[in-house]
């Protein structure tokens, strides 16, 4: 079935050290997200490519970064997690057609 | 730009109950409107959208939503809820023809009492 992966499901990382959560697909869709989550809240958008155009939120922290080395796949950065950044994240696709979300699991990162 | 309100934080209903989560939105522009639902540890799965022609719209697990243009209302109702159904909620809207961003609401968590 074509699908939005995320590896992996439950992330561990320490205060300060770099983490990387990734996303692939096979829906072969343009556009890619990645959210930030955190509990009993809706989903902040952080970043989207279209296709291989970058365009980051005004409010979304230096801190996050991205890469989209293909169409398939696309990754999240977070160079010094802080315990503030514990949350879910999450990675969604969309045709160029502008309508559906399509969602991964999601990962769920915690800091110590 | 738009904005979604979902009036119900959490909304406590028993088993084999009707149930109606509220979704009002604000806009300048036509709008494409969604629902989806969030599984504990899961991501978001589309539970049915509007984009044009009937208003009443059908979506997956029994859930249906209404447009309702001038009270700019989608609420989603489900006539008999299961335990199953507990979870998250989540209505979103993306204006027609411009960003194709979605803007989502805080969510309401539906919780099935036995």
């Known amino acids: 079935d074509a699908m939005v992966i995320q590896n992996p499901r439950y992330q561990v990382t320490q205060f300060g050290k770099p983490v990387t959560l990734s996303c692939s697909q096979t829906?072969?869709?343009?556009?890619m997200y990645w959210y930030q989550q955190k509990s009993s809240q809706a989903p902040k958008l952080l970043f989207h490519?279209?296709?291989?155009?970058?365009?980051n939120e005004a409010d979304t922290p230096d801190n996050f970064q991205s890469r989209r080395p293909n169409t398939s796949f696309c990754f999240l950065d977070i160079r010094s997690p802080g315990l503030g950044d514990a949350a879910m994240y999450l990675c969604?696709?969309?045709?160029?057609?502008?309508?559906?979300?399509?969602f991964g699991p999601g990962t769920r990162l915690l800091v110590l | 730009a738009q904005s979604v309100t979902q009036l119900d934080s959490q909304v406590p209903v028993f088993e084999e109950a009707p149930v109606e989560l509220r979704c009002n939105y604000s806009?300048?522009?036509?709008?494409?409107l969604f629902w989806y639902v969030q599984y504990p540890n899961q991501g978001l799965q589309l539970l049915l959208k509007?984009?044009?022609?009937?208003?009443l719209v059908k979506g997956i697990n029994g859930f249906e939503a209404e447009f309702n243009k001038s009270q700019t209302s989608f609420h989603l109702r489900k006539p008999s809820v299961h335990i199953s159904d507990t979870a998250e909620y989540f209505c979103?809207?993306?204006?027609?023809?411009?960003?194709?961003?979605?803007?989502f609401g805080r969510g309401t968590s539906l919780i099935v009492h036995p």
């Open positions: 969604a696709t969309t045709p160029s057609e502008r309508q559906t979300q399509y």
């Open positions: 490519y279209y296709d291989k155009d970058f365009n």
């Open positions: 979103a809207v993306s204006d027609r023809g411009g960003s194709y961003i979605p803007t």
């Open positions: 806009s300048s522009v036509s709008v494409y």
């Open positions: 829906l072969n869709h343009n556009v």
């Open positions: 509007y984009l044009s022609g009937s208003t």
